[in-house]
């Protein structure tokens, strides 16, 4: 199950809508075929495995880091093929939170005399999976934020100079994290000052994650480098109502989607801004702030972890905080998050935090 997990791991970022599961077929204690859901969700994971297992699928074990689908969607039950595959035993590490599933795969296995197992190295599965049974359950995608800040947590000078306050090695970190999340979120004003591409480099990775800019009036550069690449890497851009309509036709004609999103107090609502992400499929999304949109979904407890990159620099009280005013008077209501990886990156220190059950 480690190893389905570790391979359904490797899909995250891609397979939105879906989740990326791992499958792995194990017969007289060999591993006869191994699969994870291909980008864009299909075909899932067992099939892979299924067919690089062959006809020695017959009498096998196979061990899904979710259950079994059981629905006809675009594609054809997975609980049906490992049944026509003769796979004697299904061990599972959690369960479908997709209406059309939900216990009904591993009720059909049993049905056709299937030994199941459930519940194997759950907790692992249910972070893994969490962008997707947040978008199932409350129908938004996990969040992700990540600041990289000056140790005394600044992002930049008084006047915006912020590159670069990381080193190299932090840098290629983001990047990998980038390619973990279907996309890559900031606000405008982050977009305007640094001009950022938001893709993943020098990695060897082809795929792309989603560009999201939040920006209530579209008020985006039209030559920056998100509107130079935006026919190649989907751009996003959320707006709030009656936009320019001159800068939206703009950024539609360079192949930028649309999505109007409520606002609340004058800016656009983080919780409308996750549900619209939601409903266009994202499972993860990664945000590279600026101040204001990190202290707008912080306020509305919608961030569910949070990544720092602290460098060993301090910039001062006249630089930009990294996190906006959240309006808070006891600490009681700070948003409190619980430590899960410190790590050194080059010079600088990652560690990450999950968001504490409340
Ligand atoms: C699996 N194995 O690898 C994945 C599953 O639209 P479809 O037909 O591709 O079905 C999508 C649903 O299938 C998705 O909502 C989730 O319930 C399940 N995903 N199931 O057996 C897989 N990715
Ligand atoms: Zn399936």
Redesign the pocket.
């Known amino acids: 199950m480690a190893l389905a997990l570790s391979l359904g791991q490797r899909g995250q970022g891609t ?1 939105w ?5 791992g ?1 792995v077929i194990v017969r007289d204690g060999r591993i006869i075929g191994r699969g ?2 291909q980008p864009g ?7 892979e495995a299924l067919a690089q297992a062959g006809e020695a699928a017959r009498g096998a074990t196979a061990y ?1 880091s ?4 059981s ?5 054809p ?3 049906e093929a490992l049944i026509s595959a003769g796979v004697s035993r299904v061990v599972s590490a959690i369960e ?3 209406a ?2 939900a216990g009904q ?1 591993f009720a059909m296995l049993r049905e056709a005399g299937i030994e199941v197992t459930t519940g194997v190295l759950a907790d692992q599965a249910a972070q893994d999976h969490a962008g ?1 049974f947040l978008k ?1 359950e409350q129908g938004r995608p996990f969040v992700t934020l990540k600041l990289a800040s000056s140790f005394d947590g600044r992002i930049a000078t008084s006047n915006g100079h912020s590159q670069w306050i990381t080193g190299p090695k932090a840098r290629r970190a983001v990047h990998a994290m980038r390619a973990r999340h279907d996309a890559v979120m900031v606000g405008a004003g982050t977009a305007r000052v640094d001009d950022p591409s938001l893709t993943v480099r020098d990695l060897g990775i082809a795929a792309q994650p989603v560009r999201v800019v939040v920006s209530r009036r579209l008020d985006i550069p039209l030559l920056g480098q998100l509107a130079r690449t935006a026919s190649e890497v989907p751009v996003w851009l959320c707006h709030g109502p009656s936009p320019d309509a001159e800068r939206a036709r703009a950024w539609e004609g360079m192949g930028a989607r649309l999505i109007p999103c409520a606002l609340q107090d004058h800016h656009i609502d983080s919780a409308d801004l996750l549900q619209q992400l939601g409903h266009a499929g994202l499972t993860r999304v990664f945000c590279e702030g600026g101040s204001a949109l990190a202290a707008s979904l912080l306020a509305d407890d919608l961030v569910d972890e949070l990544v720092g990159f602290s460098a060993g620099l301090t910039i001062g009280a006249e630089g930009l905080p990294a996190i906006g005013a959240l309006g808070l008077e006891k600490l009681d209501s700070a948003p409190r998050f619980e430590l899960i990886e410190t790590r050194a990156v080059g010079p600088d220190v990652l560690h990450r935090w999950s968001r504490a059950l409340r």
């Not at 809508?17 to 599961?21: D, E």
């Not at 979710?66 to 689908?69: D, W």
């Not at 629905?71 to 594609?75: A, E, V, Y």
Request: proline residues 14%.
């Open positions: 397979c809508p879906n989740p990326s599961v499958c994870w859901t969700g299909r075909p899932h994971a067992e099939t899904v979710l259950e079994p689908c629905h006809h969607g675009q594609t039950p997975c609980a479908d939170s997709d059309r599933v795969g997707f199932t």
